[in-house]
T-cell receptor, first 115, second 117 residues
Framework: AQSVSQHNHHVILSEAASLELGCNYSYGGTVNLFWYVQYPGQHLQLLLK??????LVKGIKGFEAEFIKSKFSFNLRKPSVQWSDTAEYFCAVKKFSGGYNKLIFGAGTRLAVHP | GAVVSQHPSRVICKSGTSVKIECRSLDFQATTMFWYRQFPKKSLMLMATSNEGSKATYEQGVEKDKFLINHASLTLSTLTVTSAHPEDSSFYIC?????????????FGEGSWLTVV
Protein backbone atom coordinates (compact mmCIF):
# COMPACT_ATOMS: atom_id res chain seq x y z
CA ALA A 1 0.00 0.00 0.00
CA GLN A 2 1.08 3.56 -0.60
CA SER A 3 2.42 5.07 2.57
CA VAL A 4 4.76 7.40 4.38
CA SER A 5 7.15 5.61 6.75
CA GLN A 6 9.13 7.11 9.56
CA HIS A 7 11.70 4.66 10.83
CA ASN A 8 12.04 5.72 14.42
CA HIS A 9 9.11 6.19 16.76
CA HIS A 10 11.21 7.47 19.65
CA VAL A 11 14.63 9.09 19.60
CA ILE A 12 16.52 10.21 22.68
CA LEU A 13 19.56 12.44 22.32
CA SER A 14 21.79 14.59 24.44
CA GLU A 15 22.17 18.26 23.67
CA ALA A 16 24.67 19.01 20.90
CA ALA A 17 24.24 15.55 19.38
CA SER A 18 23.46 15.31 15.69
CA LEU A 19 20.01 14.30 14.53
CA GLU A 20 18.77 12.40 11.53
CA LEU A 21 15.17 11.27 11.25
CA GLY A 22 14.30 8.96 8.42
CA CYS A 23 11.32 9.30 6.12
CA ASN A 24 10.47 7.12 3.13
CA TYR A 25 7.42 7.24 0.93
CA SER A 26 6.03 4.82 -1.56
CA TYR A 27 4.08 7.11 -3.89
CA GLY A 28 5.16 7.27 -7.50
CA GLY A 29 5.22 10.31 -9.70
CA THR A 30 5.57 13.86 -8.57
CA VAL A 31 5.26 14.51 -4.86
CA ASN A 32 5.82 17.44 -2.58
CA LEU A 33 7.50 16.65 0.72
CA PHE A 34 7.20 18.28 4.12
CA TRP A 35 8.45 18.03 7.66
CA TYR A 36 6.23 19.34 10.44
CA VAL A 37 6.99 19.72 14.12
CA GLN A 38 4.54 19.61 17.02
CA TYR A 39 5.89 20.96 20.27
CA PRO A 40 4.20 19.77 23.45
CA GLY A 41 0.78 21.38 23.74
CA GLN A 42 1.09 23.27 20.49
CA HIS A 43 -0.20 22.91 16.96
CA LEU A 44 1.65 21.61 13.97
CA GLN A 45 4.20 23.94 12.45
CA LEU A 46 5.96 23.65 9.12
CA LEU A 47 9.71 23.07 9.42
CA LEU A 48 10.55 22.84 5.75
CA LYS A 49 9.23 21.69 2.41
CA UNK A 50 10.49 20.44 -0.92
CA UNK A 51 8.68 21.09 -4.17
CA UNK A 52 11.45 21.07 -6.77
CA UNK A 53 14.99 22.25 -7.42
CA UNK A 54 17.85 21.81 -4.99
CA UNK A 55 17.21 18.52 -3.18
CA LEU A 56 18.86 19.86 -0.03
CA VAL A 57 16.29 22.02 1.67
CA LYS A 58 17.00 24.30 4.60
CA GLY A 59 14.25 25.08 7.06
CA ILE A 60 13.73 26.99 10.25
CA LYS A 61 15.68 26.49 13.49
CA GLY A 62 18.70 24.96 11.78
CA PHE A 63 16.89 21.97 10.30
CA GLU A 64 17.53 20.68 6.82
CA ALA A 65 16.32 17.74 4.77
CA GLU A 66 17.59 15.98 1.69
CA PHE A 67 15.34 14.60 -1.00
CA ILE A 68 16.83 11.50 -2.61
CA LYS A 69 14.50 10.55 -5.41
CA SER A 70 16.12 7.17 -6.11
CA LYS A 71 15.61 6.15 -2.50
CA PHE A 72 12.17 7.73 -2.11
CA SER A 73 13.56 9.37 0.99
CA PHE A 74 13.37 12.77 2.64
CA ASN A 75 15.41 12.55 5.83
CA LEU A 76 15.47 15.39 8.34
CA ARG A 77 18.77 16.47 9.86
CA LYS A 78 20.15 18.91 12.38
CA PRO A 79 23.86 19.06 13.23
CA SER A 80 23.44 19.95 16.90
CA VAL A 81 20.15 19.57 18.75
CA GLN A 82 18.97 21.65 21.66
CA TRP A 83 16.70 20.83 24.57
CA SER A 84 14.06 23.04 22.91
CA ASP A 85 13.94 20.67 19.94
CA THR A 86 12.07 18.16 22.09
CA ALA A 87 8.91 17.59 20.08
CA GLU A 88 7.18 15.23 17.71
CA TYR A 89 8.23 15.37 14.10
CA PHE A 90 6.02 14.37 11.20
CA CYS A 91 7.04 13.72 7.63
CA ALA A 92 4.30 14.33 5.09
CA VAL A 93 3.79 13.82 1.39
CA LYS A 94 1.41 15.81 -0.74
CA LYS A 95 0.00 13.71 -3.50
CA PHE A 96 -2.61 14.52 -6.08
CA SER A 97 -5.32 11.93 -5.68
CA GLY A 98 -9.01 11.74 -6.39
CA GLY A 99 -9.09 15.23 -7.78
CA TYR A 100 -7.41 16.82 -4.79
CA ASN A 101 -4.01 17.42 -3.36
CA LYS A 102 -3.85 15.42 -0.14
CA LEU A 103 -1.32 15.64 2.64
CA ILE A 104 -0.49 12.18 3.97
CA PHE A 105 1.46 11.95 7.20
CA GLY A 106 3.91 9.47 8.61
CA ALA A 107 3.38 8.06 12.09
CA GLY A 108 5.67 10.64 13.66
CA THR A 109 8.89 10.47 15.64
CA ARG A 110 9.06 11.64 19.23
CA LEU A 111 12.36 13.33 19.94
CA ALA A 112 13.50 13.87 23.50
CA VAL A 113 16.63 15.95 24.02
CA HIS A 114 18.27 15.74 27.42
CA PRO A 115 20.41 18.61 28.74
CA GLY B 1 1.40 35.23 8.90
CA ALA B 2 -1.60 33.21 7.91
CA VAL B 3 -3.56 31.75 10.79
CA VAL B 4 -6.09 28.98 11.04
CA SER B 5 -8.22 28.96 14.14
CA GLN B 6 -10.22 26.08 15.57
CA HIS B 7 -13.00 26.34 18.09
CA PRO B 8 -13.54 24.96 20.62
CA SER B 9 -10.06 23.84 21.65
CA ARG B 10 -11.54 21.39 24.14
CA VAL B 11 -15.05 20.01 24.36
CA ILE B 12 -16.68 17.35 26.49
CA CYS B 13 -20.00 15.95 25.40
CA LYS B 14 -22.33 13.20 26.48
CA SER B 15 -22.59 10.01 24.52
CA GLY B 16 -25.34 10.23 21.92
CA THR B 17 -25.15 13.98 21.44
CA SER B 18 -23.65 15.88 18.53
CA VAL B 19 -20.79 18.33 18.68
CA LYS B 20 -19.58 20.87 16.14
CA ILE B 21 -16.00 21.99 15.62
CA GLU B 22 -15.25 25.11 13.61
CA CYS B 23 -12.19 25.81 11.49
CA ARG B 24 -11.59 29.35 10.29
CA SER B 25 -8.93 30.86 8.10
CA LEU B 26 -8.40 34.27 9.65
CA ASP B 27 -6.60 36.26 7.00
CA PHE B 28 -6.88 34.32 3.79
CA GLN B 29 -9.51 32.59 1.75
CA ALA B 30 -9.31 28.84 1.81
CA THR B 31 -11.05 27.08 -1.02
CA THR B 32 -9.85 23.78 0.37
CA MET B 33 -9.73 22.65 3.97
CA PHE B 34 -8.76 19.31 5.40
CA TRP B 35 -9.89 17.52 8.52
CA TYR B 36 -7.58 15.15 10.36
CA ARG B 37 -7.92 12.97 13.39
CA GLN B 38 -4.98 12.19 15.61
CA PHE B 39 -5.13 9.13 17.81
CA PRO B 40 -2.96 8.97 20.94
CA LYS B 41 0.67 8.28 20.04
CA LYS B 42 -0.35 7.92 16.41
CA SER B 43 -0.07 10.06 13.33
CA LEU B 44 -2.67 12.30 11.83
CA MET B 45 -5.22 10.48 9.77
CA LEU B 46 -6.83 12.40 6.95
CA MET B 47 -10.58 12.16 7.32
CA ALA B 48 -11.89 14.32 4.52
CA THR B 49 -11.17 17.11 2.10
CA SER B 50 -13.59 19.99 2.17
CA ASN B 51 -14.17 22.34 -0.74
CA GLU B 52 -16.15 25.52 -0.47
CA GLY B 53 -19.58 25.16 -1.93
CA SER B 54 -19.42 21.46 -2.64
CA LYS B 55 -19.66 18.18 -0.82
CA ALA B 56 -16.67 16.99 1.12
CA THR B 57 -14.63 14.05 -0.12
CA TYR B 58 -14.18 11.44 2.57
CA GLU B 59 -11.30 9.03 2.93
CA GLN B 60 -11.96 5.33 2.87
CA GLY B 61 -13.31 4.05 6.15
CA VAL B 62 -14.59 7.43 7.38
CA GLU B 63 -18.35 7.52 7.93
CA LYS B 64 -19.68 10.59 6.18
CA ASP B 65 -23.02 10.39 7.97
CA LYS B 66 -21.25 10.46 11.30
CA PHE B 67 -18.69 13.12 10.54
CA LEU B 68 -20.60 15.86 8.76
CA ILE B 69 -18.46 18.46 7.06
CA ASN B 70 -19.76 21.78 5.82
CA HIS B 71 -17.61 24.32 4.01
CA ALA B 72 -20.14 27.10 3.65
CA SER B 73 -17.76 29.98 3.04
CA LEU B 74 -14.20 30.61 1.97
CA THR B 75 -13.12 31.11 5.56
CA LEU B 76 -15.13 28.54 7.49
CA SER B 77 -15.44 24.78 7.54
CA THR B 78 -17.23 22.85 10.26
CA LEU B 79 -16.99 19.25 11.40
CA THR B 80 -20.00 17.86 13.24
CA VAL B 81 -19.59 14.58 15.07
CA THR B 82 -23.10 13.18 15.22
CA SER B 83 -24.34 10.77 17.88
CA ALA B 84 -20.94 10.81 19.48
CA HIS B 85 -19.59 7.77 21.28
CA PRO B 86 -16.59 7.38 23.58
CA GLU B 87 -14.56 5.89 20.73
CA ASP B 88 -14.94 9.20 18.91
CA SER B 89 -12.87 10.84 21.61
CA SER B 90 -9.79 12.13 19.85
CA PHE B 91 -7.83 15.16 18.75
CA TYR B 92 -9.26 16.69 15.59
CA ILE B 93 -7.15 19.03 13.49
CA CYS B 94 -8.08 21.08 10.47
CA UNK B 95 -5.84 22.63 7.89
CA UNK B 96 -6.52 25.16 5.18
CA UNK B 97 -4.85 25.74 1.88
CA UNK B 98 -3.86 29.27 0.95
CA UNK B 99 -3.75 29.28 -2.83
CA UNK B 100 -3.74 33.03 -3.34
CA UNK B 101 -1.11 34.59 -5.51
CA UNK B 102 -0.14 31.24 -6.94
CA UNK B 103 0.86 29.97 -3.52
CA UNK B 104 0.02 26.55 -2.22
CA UNK B 105 0.74 26.61 1.48
CA UNK B 106 -1.17 24.60 4.05
CA UNK B 107 -1.70 26.00 7.52
CA PHE B 108 -2.88 23.97 10.48
CA GLY B 109 -5.26 24.88 13.24
CA GLU B 110 -4.47 24.35 16.90
CA GLY B 111 -6.64 21.26 17.09
CA SER B 112 -9.70 20.40 19.14
CA TRP B 113 -9.78 17.81 21.89
CA LEU B 114 -13.07 15.94 21.96
CA THR B 115 -13.95 13.81 24.94
CA VAL B 116 -17.17 11.84 24.83
CA VAL B 117 -18.36 10.62 28.21
Amino acid sequence: AQSVSQHNHHVILSEAASLELGCNYSYGGTVNLFWYVQYPGQHLQLLLKYFSGDPLVKGIKGFEAEFIKSKFSFNLRKPSVQWSDTAEYFCAVKKFSGGYNKLIFGAGTRLAVHP
Amino acid sequence: GAVVSQHPSRVICKSGTSVKIECRSLDFQATTMFWYRQFPKKSLMLMATSNEGSKATYEQGVEKDKFLINHASLTLSTLTVTSAHPEDSSFYICSARDGQGGGNTIYFGEGSWLTVV
